[in-house]
C-alpha cells in the first residue's frame, strides 16, 4: 500500500464529507454538528492530507512498521471517533455508550501521533 496516496485520497472524502455537513448546517440554520464538522475537516481532512504530503516530501517516513502503526491507529481512531461523535451529538447514541467508546478510538489517534512523532525523530 502507498501510505501517501491512500491518507491524500481518504483525506480528500473527508473534506467533501466534512464540507457537506458545513452546507446542511449553514442551510439550517443549526450548528449543533458544529465540532463533528470541524473533526471531520481537520482530524479527516487536513492531518491526512498534512500526512500524505508529508510522507511523500520525506519517503524516508514512509516504508517502517512506525509508519503503519500510524496510518491504522489513525485511520481506525479517527473514523470509529468521527461516528461516534456523530451518533451522540445526533442522540442516537446513549452518553454513556459514547463514554465507554469515545476514550478508546482517542486512545487508538493519540498512540498513532506518538509512533508518527518517534518516527520523525528518528528519521526526518
Ligand atoms: C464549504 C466549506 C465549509 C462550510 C460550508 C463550513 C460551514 C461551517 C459552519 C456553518 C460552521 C458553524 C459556525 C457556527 O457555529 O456559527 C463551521 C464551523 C467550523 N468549521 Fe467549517 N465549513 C466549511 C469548511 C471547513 C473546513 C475546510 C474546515 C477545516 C479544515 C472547517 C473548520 C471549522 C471549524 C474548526 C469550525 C468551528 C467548530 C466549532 O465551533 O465547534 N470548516 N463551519
Known sequence: ??????YLLTGSLYLLVGIILGMYMGGKQDFTLAPVHAHINLLGFT?????????RVMPQLAGN?????????????AFVMLIGLFLLMTGSM??????????????????GM?????NVFRSA
Open 94 to 111: 446513549a452518553p454513556e455508550s459514547a463514554e465507554k467508546i469515545l476514550p478508546v478510538s482517542e486512545i487508538l489517534v493519540f498512540f
Open 1 to 6: 500500500m502507498n501510505i501517501s496516496r491512500t
Open 47 to 55: 492531518l491526512m492530507t498534512l500526512f500524505g504530503v508529508a510522507y
Open 65 to 77: 512498521t512506525l509508519a503503519k502503526v500510524h496510518f491504522w491507529l489513525h485511520q481506525i481512531g
Open 114 to 118: 506518538l509512533a508518527w512523532a518517534i
